[in-house]
């Protein structure tokens, strides 16, 4: 913190580190009711609180199970890390859902990781998507996964940033 009570965040954005001012982000704690099942992805129950952004269930874009209970982050996470995903973006919810599951599907099969390795995907479609969730530790980046939380934007933006819907939904 500053002088002026500002809370400074570390943050990746396309592979750049930088620190970001809380003055500069809207930062608040929307957290997520999950029954007591989490290891079944049909029992996912989101509660959405006011001033939250909405957020694509498991369930809603088809989520395989994870291959072993998820394990709960520590405590409240550190940092905050940006990725892209690589490949074609999408601009609608249908397509966006199938390059999610296409990203847990790459992750499962093709790491032999227990579940899709980020807690948000975000789509140029401006949507959400739960990935892990707020309160599960990821697979994304080495050594700061137990104090981290990571979003994905999907497609290739190592030339270009992502549309304003997708930017405006991971300020959110």
């Not at 570390?10 to 592979?15: E, K, L, S, Y």
């Not at 001012?21 to 704690?29: A, E, L």
């Not at 957020?55 to 550190?78: C, D, F, M, N």
Request: some cysteine; aromatic content about 12%; proline content about 7%.
């Amino acid at each position: 913190q500053d002088d002026n009570s500002d809370i400074w965040f570390h943050v990746d954005i396309a592979g750049q580190e930088v620190w970001a001012s809380s003055c500069n982000m809207v930062v608040q704690d929307c957290p997520t009711r999950y029954i007591e099942q989490p290891y079944d992805k049909n029992t996912t129950d989101q509660v959405q609180l006011p001033g939250c952004p909405p957020i694509i269930t498991r369930p809603e874009w088809g989520a395989r199970q994870p291959k072993q209970p998820w394990t709960p982050l520590p405590g409240v996470p550190s940092y905050m890390f940006i990725h892209h995903g690589a490949g074609g973006e999408c601009f609608d919810q249908h397509s966006c859902m199938e390059k999610v599951r296409a990203y847990q599907n790459y992750h499962m099969d093709g790491h032999g990781w227990d579940d899709i390795g980020y807690n948000f995907v975000v789509g140029e479609d401006g949507n959400a998507y739960e990935a892990r969730g707020w309160e599960r530790i990821g697979a994304h980046t080495k050594g700061y996964n137990t104090n981290g939380i990571a979003i994905c934007v999907i497609g290739d933006f190592t030339s270009k940033v992502p549309n304003d819907l997708a930017l405006t939904k991971v300020r959110q």
